[in-house]
């Protein structure tokens, strides 16, 4: 870690908003991309967000550098998602502009791929059913592993893989229909 990022990081600690500011700017997309992933929904991403980096500023002080900040920002990030995704199994059809609008912003996120296909990826994961979405959001972008996911989800090992596989077999069938 930088000295400089090490310096903003103990700002933040010691209460300092703007050095939590910068941090905020730094992670605040790659925070928003898990819980829309995860949740489908604009404004509920937006409010995890929310509660996601007032967490972080509560337990900053906490942070001891055993981990880069990005990868202890990310777990609470993920974990606080996944509460909320918990909290909202129920089915729930998104508007198509919301998907298009939020899948467009989170296309950054996929530089390896042409946009055309980041999008295409993003919405054809937004309608996988909610635990595949879930387990192929966790294993295939986020890279956590299934015994992992298994322990998040309160799921059987088993069913994380079985989950993935589904969410593959799903995905393939809804881009082979572009």
């Known amino acids: 870690m930088s000295a ?3 310096q903003v990081i103990r700002s933040a600690q010691n209460g300092d908003r703007q ?10 997309s790659r925070v928003y991309a898990v819980c829309w992933r ?4 604009a404004q509920k991403a937006e409010d995890a967000c929310q509660e996601i980096f007032i967490k972080v500023w509560q337990r900053l002080p906490e942070f001891n550098g055993d981990s880069t900040l990005a990868t202890w920002l990310h777990t609470i990030a993920t974990r606080t998602a996944i509460d909320l995704w918990r909290q909202d199994k129920r089915l729930r ?7 298009n609008n939020s899948a467009d912003a989170l296309q950054e996120d996929a530089p ?5 296909q980041a999008r295409d990826l993003e919405l054809a994961i937004q309608r996988l059913p ?3 979405k879930a387990v192929f959001v966790l294993f295939a972008l986020e890279g956590y592993q299934h015994n992992e996911i298994a322990n998040l989800l309160d799921i059987a090992e088993g069913s ?9 077999q799903l995905l393939r069938g ?4 572009n």
Request: aromatic share 14%; charged share 20%.
């Open 93 to 99: 059809f998104v508007d198509s502009d919301e998907l």
């Open 38 to 41: 995860l949740l489908g929904d």
């Open 174 to 177: 809804f881009l082979g229909e």
């Open 112 to 116: 390896q791929s042409s946009p055309g």
């Open 130 to 132: 909610a635990q595949a």
């Open 4 to 6: 400089e990022i090490t």
């Open 160 to 168: 994380s893989k079985a989950q993935y596989h589904r969410a593959r």
């Open 19 to 28: 050095a939590f500011y910068l941090l905020y700017q730094q992670h605040i």
